[in-house]
């Protein structure tokens, strides 16, 4: 029978950068979603279209590498996306056997409303925080992100 170690000392993780970034990000998300459930897309269906409308005309392959998708679930989705009107997929002229992947003009009412919802929402988050310090902060997260593509883009 396997016992517990005693811990000898208990950890915050309340103020651990990854696990604040995850909580953070993933409430963002929640409210944001419940925000907008009335245009009637999904958070996967959302996340691929701002991508998209973000950098328009990728491939499939190099839409799921940006997305972290496997290929066959992001193929699905873009089927239901494709049904709905939302996007085309036309041939790659460069590559016979690759896709490209285009917004519709359908996307532009929406995407108004998801980015007013969305600044509404950064307001509501940053209530109480003075400008400077607002700005110090997106400066810093900036910074953060460069430093991790910057990471992600050594060779191991």
């Known amino acids: 029978m396997e016992t517990r170690k005693p811990r000898s000392k208990t950890r915050d993780f309340g103020r651990n ?9 993933r409430l963002m998300r929640r409210v944001f979603d419940r925000r907008v459930k009335h245009l009637g897309l999904t958070r996967s269906q959302w996340f691929v279209l701002a991508h998209l409308y973000r950098t328009d005309a990728q491939t499939q392959q190099h839409l799921a590498d ?9 193929s699905k989705l873009l089927d239901r996306l494709e049904a709905g009107g939302w996007i085309e997929r036309q041939a790659d002229p460069g590559d016979r056997r690759a896709n490209r992947v285009y ?3 359908k996307i532009d009412p929406l995407m ?3 980015v007013t ?3 509404i929402l950064t307001a509501n ?3 109480g925080i003075d400008t400077g310090t607002r700005e110090q902060f997106l ?3 900036a910074q953060v992100k460069s430093n991790l593509i910057a990471m992600e883009q050594e060779k191991l």
């Open 103 to 105: 917004i519709t003009e």
């Open 139 to 141: 400066t810093v997260l």
């Open 66 to 74: 940006e997305l972290d998708m496997e290929r066959a679930p992001l």
């Open 17 to 25: 950068l990854g696990f604040l970034v995850h909580d953070v990000a």
């Open 112 to 114: 108004n409303e998801m």
């Open 125 to 127: 988050i940053l209530s």
């Open 117 to 119: 919802q969305g600044e």
